[in-house]
């Protein structure tokens, strides 16, 4: 079993920054390759990025490409979302996810041991 717990989250100005971190714990984390997601009010969950277990390769969502950097610090047990340039979106909530099983990249049922998410609200 893993448990996952997301901060970062909160109010800021488009254009802005921010980064989000989701701690890991039950399990030797540098294992596991990790994806976030985000879901905003009345949508789908949507794939942002995924990262393998050593952090040397990352996958992005097309929407998020150029913009966002996921890294990860096994030695802290945590993987962080950086997000530069936010826009004004639909406060959507961020949540980190454990890849687990045959990788379907983007594919949400390639994921478990989802956090309780954080949520970011872009002002414009």
């Known amino acids: 079993q893993v448990q996952l717990v997301e901060s970062g989250g909160g109010l800021v100005q488009a254009g802005a920054s921010l980064r989000l971190s989701c701690v890991a714990s039950?399990?030797?984390?540098?294992?596991?390759?990790m994806g976030w997601f985000r879901q905003a009010p009345g949508k789908e969950r949507e794939f942002v990025g995924d990262?393998?277990?050593?952090?040397?390769?990352?996958y992005y969502a097309d929407s998020v490409k150029g913009r966002f950097t996921i890294s990860r610090d096994n030695a802290k047990s945590t993987v962080y979302l950086h997000m530069n340039s936010l826009k004004p979106e639909a406060t959507p909530v961020y949540y980190c996810?454990?890849?687990?099983?045959?990788?379907?990249?983007?594919?949400?049922?390639?994921?478990?041991?989802w956090g309780q998410g954080t949520q970011v609200t872009v002002s414009s």
């Open positions: 996810a454990v890849r687990v099983g045959i990788w379907f990249p983007g594919n949400s049922t390639s994921y478990a041991y």
């Open positions: 039950g399990r030797t984390f540098s294992n596991y390759a």
């Open positions: 990262i393998n277990g050593d952090g040397g390769r990352t």
